[in-house]
């Protein structure tokens, strides 16, 4: 299987170290791991390495060393339908048009809003409906990934270095605002609540 992976999604599995669990959780490697060319520029700035400490620019190097670029160019009239008419995110919308080009491949994305953007766009623009079709169900948002994780390894395993890492996303930040007195039931209500409201706004593009 292929993973085609958004920057928001390594910066945050990074940051909770969380890249050996999400390789782990996926029965994949580093090497199945797709990234854009310039999400490389894009985690290489100091505006982003500032966010960072010593430990999490170490995996992040170690995570841009290991996985390959999508060698994949998108159809130029899709791209510029979901960018310009839909205004879904380009680097979403270039995910979003090869996946389909990659045999058993899946997204995992931090961007909710391209989601609802794609699914509002299908109810209107044919080509939209037949990428939206394609997608069906080959999509993880990160907390769909999180709660693979969890089910993977459980609470103990990852509680200490999510509770660490818990203000790179405002969903951990909540549902783990205790600290260590964090419990799984609360984490996994917060996943699960969270997870229908997206849901129900993206029609059937979630796994």
């Given amino acids: 299987m292929i993973v085609l992976a958004d920057n928001d999604v390594i910066l945050k599995l990074v940051q909770c170290d969380l890249i050996v669990e999400f390789l782990s959780s996926f ?14 520029l894009f985690l290489s700035k100091n505006k982003i ?13 170690g995570l841009l060393s290991a996985v390959c670029d999508i060698n994949l160019d998108p159809d130029p009239d899709e791209l510029s339908t979901l ?10 919308a270039v995910l979003f048009i090869v996946c389909p080009q990659y045999p058993d491949a899946r997204i995992v994305t931090g961007d909710k809003r391209s989601l609802v953007g794609l ?6 623009w044919p080509v939209c409906k037949l990428l939206a079709a394609k997608l069906a169900g080959k999509i993880y948002c990160f907390e769909q990934v999180l709660l693979k994780i969890l089910d993977a390894v459980g609470f103990e395993a990852i509680r200490d270095r999510i509770v660490l890492g818990r203000e790179c996303d405002k969903g951990l930040a ?9 419990t799984e039931t609360e984490f996994r209500n917060g996943l699960a609540s969270f997870l229908n ?11």
């Fill in 49 to 61: 390495r500032k966010r960072l400490d010593p430990a999490c620019i170490a995996r992040l190097e």
């Fill in 197 to 207: 409201e997206v849901k129900q706004v993206t029609g059937g593009l979630l796994a």
């Fill in 27 to 40: 029965d994949v490697t580093l090497d199945d791991i797709r990234i854009r060319p310039v999400t490389r």
């Fill in 174 to 182: 909540l549902w783990l605002g205790s600290g260590l007195e964090a």
């Fill in 83 to 92: 960018v310009e008419i839909a205004k879904i995110d380009e680097g979403e």
């Fill in 119 to 124: 699914h509002d766009a299908e109810k209107v």
